[in-house]
């Protein structure tokens, strides 16, 4: 459960605002999207893979 103390005359727009950035912290949305469709675990080990690759080619492509 997500708590955001207000003190007393802050305005209620400032509150909301750290609502919404604690909120998005959490990653429920982000969960909650990729729980919609299944993916076969040799889909994800090939993403992951995938992702791996492009970062470390990224960092090559930096240290030149």
Same mark, same amino acid.
């Given at each position: 459960? %997500?708590? !955001?103390? !207000? +003190?007393?005359? =802050?305005?209620?727009?400032?509150? %909301? +605002?750290? $609502?919404? #950035?604690? $909120?998005?912290?959490?990653? !429920?949305?982000?969960?909650? #999207?990729? #729980? /919609? /469709? $299944?993916?076969?675990?040799?889909? *994800? +080990?090939? =993403?992951?893979?995938?992702?791996? %690759?492009? *970062? /470390? /080619? ?7």
């Amino acid at each position: 459960m %997500i708590v !955001v103390p !207000v +003190k007393e005359g =802050e305005n209620i727009e400032r509150a %909301i +605002k750290k $609502f919404k #950035r604690k $909120f998005d912290k959490t990653g !429920v949305i982000k969960e909650l #999207r990729r #729980r /919609q /469709q $299944f993916n076969k675990p040799c889909e *994800v +080990k090939r =993403e992951k893979m995938m992702h791996a %690759i492009y *970062v /470390q /080619q990224m960092h090559a492509h930096d240290d030149m």
